[in-house]
């Protein structure tokens, strides 16, 4: 079990064990029950998906998690076939062409990101944490600011403090400028602040503010 976290270069901090257990079951709580959830709209969102924009269902992309290990991150196709990859800076802007009309749906309440469960079962992923990213723009990002890398000391999570605090990012600087909100939550985890980004998510996904 992590008991320990690099919030500076060289400089470590200790969570307490409660608050590993916190999270431990908060992780397979949401796991179990995300995955019901799943299976159970899983035929008629995917027959919904495919009559939208015929191929695949799930979409699986690689990204860098906990201590950069590679790992392929889970979500609902929400875009046509063959335009995700479009580029690794080519971030979802505002009614992006790419996104089918059952896709924009899934977005506006993060309903997209469900498949995400398995990776939380898996491990892979928390329900809480920075988001994960891709090896390439790690690589950029990191040469513009070295302490980027230190978004990788915690298992990257499905929502964030970085996600409700923030809008979405369409370029490196956007990215950039989220990191302190990553790097703010690396170092102040506890209990109160899990539950109020919790809280903030549910109120995101009611809103429907997701791009």
Known sequence: MQTEVEVEHGTTMSLPPLYLCWRKFMDITFGLCGTVVLLLILPALALLIYLDSPGPIFYSQERLGYRGKKFYMLKFRSMCPNTEDAGCGAWTAKDDLRVTRIGRFLRAIHLDELPQVFNILRGEMSLIGPRPDLEENTAKLEKVNPLYCQRQAIKPGLTGWTQVKCGYG????????KLPYDLYYIKHQSFML?????????????SRHGQ
């Not at 899990?194 to 995101?204: F, M």
Request: net charge negative.
């Open 170 to 177: 369409t370029t490196y600087m956007d990215e950039l400028a």
């Open 194 to 206: 899990d539950i109020d980004i919790i809280l903030k998510t549910i109120v995101e996904v009611v």
